[in-house]
């Protein structure tokens, strides 16, 4: 069993920056690979960006240049940098633990990206 618990998000101007943190408890955060989506209204939730147990990552096209993930080990920790934010970056965004078929969702966290 993991529990993850994000970071508030925030209201924040086009082109600024956030950063979103996932904090992991209750299983051996290591071995799992971690992943970040998000779900605007109306819209499936999609994946944003990724990063494997051993720190390989990806993104999706839309973030590509913007946005970074990282993860430290010896703090339990997820993270995604978020820069020069647009306001079709707006969405829930919710944080994801997976091991195999097994995975955890965090309770998600607002980010609005308006002037």
């Known amino acids: 069993q993991v529990q993850l618990v994000e970071s508030a998000g925030g209201l924040v101007q086009p082109g600024g920056s956030l950063r979103l943190s996932c904090a992991a408890a209750?299983?051996?955060?290591?071995?799992?690979?971690m992943g970040w989506f998000r779900q605007a209204p109306g819209l499936q939730r999609e994946l944003v960006a990724a990063i494997t147990s051993g720190g390989s990552t990806n993104y999706a096209d839309s973030v590509k240049g913007r946005f970074t993930i990282s993860r430290d080990n010896a703090k339990n920790t997820v993270y995604l940098q978020m820069n020069s934010l647009k306001p079709e970056d707006t969405a829930v965004y919710y944080c994801?633990?997976?091991?195999?078929?097994?995975?955890?969702w965090g309770q998600g966290t607002q980010v609005t990206v308006s002037s």
């Open positions: 209750g299983s051996i955060f290591s071995q799992y690979d």
């Open positions: 994801n633990a997976a091991r195999g078929i097994t995975k955890y």
